[in-house]
């Protein structure tokens, strides 16, 4: 459940199951934190989220509409065909379709799935060695993450056996010459994959900008970093993703964005 249930049951609209209301404001909440971390691209990118329940449905941002502008009701509800249920003045960008289906039919037990085209993770996914074992912040990032080659824009729905294929176990896909793709069994926690995995790419860039000659790290030490990553991040973990959602709704509530529910 969302830390603000006590606020939605009032705002919630008839049709709309409490569970379904929940993960809709949760979505809005992320779009508007990716628009105010700068990881946004007018109407592009996407974010979805599983709906609870059996029938295999996912909500999106309707294809038009700026992220600082989306609100739990216009969130587009689409089936794993990508049809649209119930109404909507928007369609959905069909490669946002391709990209997220998969992993939402591929994986269903994960419920959020984060698309970026931020300047850090565009600029790594370009870069041949992708991320490097340059700083801590790298390092415990590398045994969650993984990588998918460019096939062009992702309209072809063959390609999602292979996005499915690629990511595997790892909650960190780098889309190579594309952007960033980070998933989880909440929305808070696909958003601080997505933070900390752009952030890391920031540094990468940074780091090499420099000019500088740069302080190389043993093996045994990049194994032992990316060894302390995969227990500090995993599922019940003393750094478990996700622990900072409450947090950042109410960042959002003291910056007077509350809308978006």
């Given at each position: 459940m969302s830390s603000i249930d006590t606020r939605i049951e009032g705002q919630r609209p008839p049709g709309i199951s409490l569970e379904e209301w929940t993960i809709r404001v949760d979505l809005a909440a992320a779009y508007r934190l990716v628009d105010r971390?700068?990881?946004?691209?007018?109407?592009?990118?996407?974010?979805s989220a599983r709906?609870?329940?059996p029938a295999h449905h996912f909500l999106i941002n309707p294809h038009?509409?700026?992220?600082?502008?989306?609100?739990?009701?216009?969130?587009?509800?689409?089936?794993?065909?990508?049809?649209?249920?119930?109404?909507?003045?928007?369609?959905?960008?069909?490669?946002?379709?391709?990209?997220?289906?998969?992993?939402?039919?591929?994986?269903?037990?994960?419920?959020?799935?984060?698309?970026?085209?931020?300047?850090?993770?565009?600029?790594?996914s370009c870069m041949k060695e992708g991320l490097l074992p340059l700083s801590q912040h790298s390092l415990i990032?590398?045994?969650?993450?993984?990588?998918?080659?460019?096939?062009?824009?992702?309209?072809?729905?063959?390609?999602?056996?292979?996005?499915?294929?690629d990511l595997g176990e790892c909650r960190l896909l780098i889309l190579r010459n594309h952007g960033l793709l980070t998933v989880g069994e909440s929305v808070g926690e696909a958003f601080v994959w997505m933070h900390r995995l752009e952030k890391a790419c920031k540094w990468q860039i940074s780091t090499l900008s420099a000019g500088r000659e740069l302080n190389p790290l043993s093996d045994v030490v990049q194994k032992r970093s990316v060894e302390q990553g995969?227990?500090?991040?995993?599922k019940g973990g003393p750094y478990a993703c996700g622990r900072e959602w409450p947090s950042l709704l109410e960042e959002l509530r003291r910056a007077g964005s509350d809308h978006w529910q």
């Open positions: 971390y700068g990881w946004s691209e007018l109407a592009g990118n996407h974010i709906v609870p329940g038009g509409m700026l992220y600082d502008q989306i609100t739990a009701s216009s969130l587009v509800k689409i089936d794993c065909d990508g049809r649209i249920v119930g109404e909507s003045q928007y369609p959905v960008n069909p490669a946002g379709f391709v990209i997220h289906s998969a992993i939402h039919m591929g994986q269903p037990h994960l419920t959020c799935v984060l698309h970026s085209h931020a300047p850090g993770g565009v600029a790594v990032l590398m045994g969650w993450l993984a990588y998918h080659d460019y096939e062009g824009v992702a309209l072809d729905e063959d390609e999602r056996t292979r996005i499915v294929r995969l227990a500090m991040f995993r």
